[in-house]
Each structure stands twice: as C-alpha cells, then as structure tokens.
C-alpha cells in the first residue's frame, strides 16, 4: 500500500523535481465575524469554517493527485525508497481558514483552484444545512460580471460572501523551505489585496491566486511585489 512521501525530492519526482507550496488563507473574516453577537453562533461559525477548509483540501488532494511509484531517486537520502509507492503530497499545516501544502509542481494550479472553489461551494452548503442562527453566507446582490484576468466571458458570479485567497510558489525541490516558505506568503498577500480590490470596485466576493514559477533560487532577489 501507498506510504507518507518522506521528503520535498519524494514529493517533486512525479514532477521533474518541481515541489509547489500553496499557502491559502480565507477572505472577508472579520467583517463577518462583527455579525456575530453569541458564543454559540461564533462556536458554530468556527465549526463550519474549519470544516469547509479541511474538506476543501482532501477533495483537491483526492481529486489531483494519484498514488506514485518513485524512480531514479536512489541517493543518501532516500536509500532503498526507489521503487516505493507514495501519496505525492505534504499538509504543513490544517486549521481555522489556513492552509498550507507540498505538493508536486505539474498539480499545483489545479490543487489551489479547487480548494479556493470549494471552500465557497462546502461553506454554502453547510450553512444552509446547519442555519447559523440567521447568518447567510450568500451574496444579497449578484456581483457585475468581468473579474476574472483572463476570461471574463467564463468567469463564475461568486455566490458566497467569504472566499480562499491562494499563494502559489513552483521551485525546485532542494529551494530552501525558509525562503520558498518567505515567497509564498507574500503571493497570498498579492492574491488577498487583489481579493480586496476586486471586492471594493467589482462587488466581486471570489477567491484569487498569485503564482509564481522560479526556476531557480537566484531568479529572484527581491520582493514579489518588486
């Protein structure tokens, strides 16, 4: 049977060597949580968010990812794995509306779409389920169409008042994880003020992602907004 990946070059070999870190991180929470007047609703509130977010992830790990069988790996630090039979992915962290994974760089960009979109779908349907003491997660007024970057003709009304904004980072597999960690919290950053931005001017409520694909360490020196 499949066993835990036990290192980034693990989680890269199913992808030329090319690790993703995806950092996701919800939108609009405070505003929303202002609504909130009881410690049972804000209790309800958490369940619901926090679920939404780990569902989110297992359906986009279940859906992109497969089992691997690693190949050509048979160095110091992975003696004797070659050959093994691996789930391709690491959950860094779980918890609340925050989130970050590794996983292989060719499933990156799928991974985060999904779990942005399903944050928003999951949210939707456990609120109606559970009736959150009369908090509505819906959107009151549909949001003028035209938001997305690259083809506004297909791009979803957002129906959910809250969001998953995603930072994305491709590198290598032997980037240090201080500065690839360093890097994809500034695209969630970038990806979290373009949320805002498109909230403020387009009544738009979806989630958005930044990426950036760095071929090596050296490629950038300074800051992603720069």
Do not use: W
């Not at 093994?84 to 609340?96: A, K, M, R, Y």
């Not at 979290?192 to 738009?204: F, G, I, N, V």
Request: with cysteine.
């Amino acid at each position: 049977s499949p066993q835990e990946a036990q290192s980034l070059r693990e989680v890269g070999n199913p992808s030329k060597g090319f690790v993703a870190y995806i950092y996701a991180d919800g939108n609009s929470m405070g505003g929303f949580i202002k609504q909130i007047t009881t410690a049972d609703t804000y209790q309800q509130f958490s369940d619901v968010v926090s679920r939404a977010t780990e569902q989110s992830v297992y359906h986009a790990l279940a859906n992109h990812l497969h089992p691997h069988q690693l190949h050509g790996i048979n160095d110091a630090e992975t003696q004797n794995r070659d050959g093994q039979i691996v789930h391709p992915f690491e959950i860094l962290t779980i918890g609340g509306d925050d989130v970050m994974l590794v996983v292989p760089a060719n499933q990156a960009l799928a991974i985060a779409k999904t779990i942005s979109e399903e944050f928003e779908r999951i949210l939707l349907k456990l609120s109606k389920e559970h009736d959150l003491l009369n908090l509505s997660f819906e959107v009151s007024a549909p949001p003028r169409q035209g938001t997305h970057r690259y083809r506004p003709a297909q791009a979803m009304a957002s129906q959910c008042q809250l969001s998953m904004s995603v930072g994305v980072l491709i590198a290598a597999d032997d980037t240090p994880i201080y500065y690839a960690e360093n890097l994809t919290n500034q695209l969630l950053k970038s990806a979290k003020k373009k949320a805002k931005a498109l909230k403020d001017t387009l009544h738009y409520h979806g989630g958005t992602i930044d990426f950036l694909v760095m071929k090596s360490v050296t490629m950038l020196s300074s800051k992603v907004e720069e």
